[in-house]
């Protein structure tokens, strides 16, 4: 992909957002387009359709807004996507909603372009979404442990005395663990 900056047809550079980072909170603050910021506000009523409790933007997929046109002109939005891993089924199915949500708002043209480099990681999730996925029963993302072990907090009653029982849960980004506490099973949201 070229990094040289975009211009429209008479040589105008569109408005972008800055979110360049995980921080999208950072990223809404900042910009000084309240098209963007409005862009950003509709992403984040989307959800995922494999963990409804999380928005795209609390799972921090949502890389770049580029308003090429605004509204008022034609209309015209680039919206940059990364996955949370390679071949992940939802990514279709967001890329779609996306879509959808921006037409619906009035865009009369919406790019969904997917960026691979630099991959998605567990650290570009809003800690907010971390602590949504607890309150839903599945242990958020935790560095301490690369490959899911013995020992991940159950989201149920906060023990650390778990067992691994699958490297994957109900999703490949997920893997399933059994609490021998309260001997509930858990997903846990493997760390990338």
């Not at 980072?21 to 959800?47: F, K, M, Q």
């Not at 919206?79 to 199915?93: E, F, K, N, Q, R």
């Not at 989201?155 to 309260?182: I, M, V």
Request: aromatic share 8%; glycine share 6%; proline share 7%.
């Amino acid at each position: 992909m070229c990094n040289a900056p975009f211009r429209d047809a008479i040589g105008k550079r569109p408005y972008r957002s800055s979110y360049k980072t995980s921080n999208v909170a950072l990223a809404i603050s900042t910009n000084d387009n309240p098209e963007i910021r409005e862009c950003y506000s509709l992403l984040g009523t989307i959800h995922d359709p494999e963990i409804p409790v999380l928005s795209i933007l609390d799972l921090g997929i949502v890389r770049d807004i580029e308003l090429q046109s605004p509204l008022q002109q034609e209309g015209q939005v680039r919206v940059t996507i990364t996955s949370t891993y390679t071949g992940c089924p939802a990514m279709d199915t967001i890329a779609m909603l996306i879509r959808m949500e921006l037409l619906k708002k009035g865009y009369k043209k919406v790019e969904i372009m997917t960026a691979i480099s630099p991959a998605w990681t567990t650290d570009w999730m809003s800690q907010e979404g971390k602590q949504k996925l607890k309150v839903y029963g599945i242990a958020p993302p935790d560095k301490r442990f690369e490959i899911p072990a013995d020992g991940i907090i159950c989201p149920h009653c906060g023990s650390a005395h778990t067992r691994l029982l699958s490297e994957f849960g109900s999703t490949a980004c997920k893997s399933l663990l059994q609490c021998n506490e309260c001997k509930e099973p858990f997903d846990y949201f493997k760390c990338h």
